[in-house]
Structure formats: C-alpha cells, structure tokens
C-alpha cells in the first residue's frame, strides 16, 4: 500500500490514524510506504499522482486499486 501526501495536506493527517489502523489489523501481511510528493517529485510524477491524499493498493507489482482524496464511510 503507498500513500501520497503533502505537508500541506490536512486531510492527508486525517488518513493516517486509520490506515495505520488497517495495516496493524493485517498483521504483518501488508506492507505500507508513505510518499511526500513535495520531496519525492520524480516518484509522484511517475506514478501519475495529481493530488493528495492518493493511496495506491499492489498485489504481486500489480495495481488493483486506487483511492483519491477522502470518502465518507458508507
């Protein structure tokens, strides 16, 4: 799992406490990276992130999902 953020980002500090939460919940069976798209910009730029928050979900090297910005739980 990698999360895109920027210093900036208020909502990108909202995400954290609950996607922490969903990596503890997986026991080891997830790996997470956060990216601050401010000081890793040729990392961003390549993976075509616009904005913040953005979190990407790899399966095997393969992107199976994508998550922009904050979504109410429903």
């Known amino acids: ?19 922490n939460k969903v990596v503890d919940d997986f026991d080891g069976r997830i790996h997470f990276v956060e990216i601050d798209i401010d000081e ?10 616009v904005g913040t928050p953005t979190v990407q979900v790899f399966k095997n090297k393969e992107l ?8 109410p739980k429903g």
Do not use: F, S
């Open 1 to 19: 799992m990698v999360k895109y953020v920027a210093p900036g980002c208020g909502l990108c500090h909202t995400l954290k406490p609950i996607l």
């Open 40 to 49: 890793d910009q040729d990392i961003a730029q390549n993976a075509g992130i």
């Open 64 to 71: 199976i999902q994508e998550w922009k910005g904050v979504k």
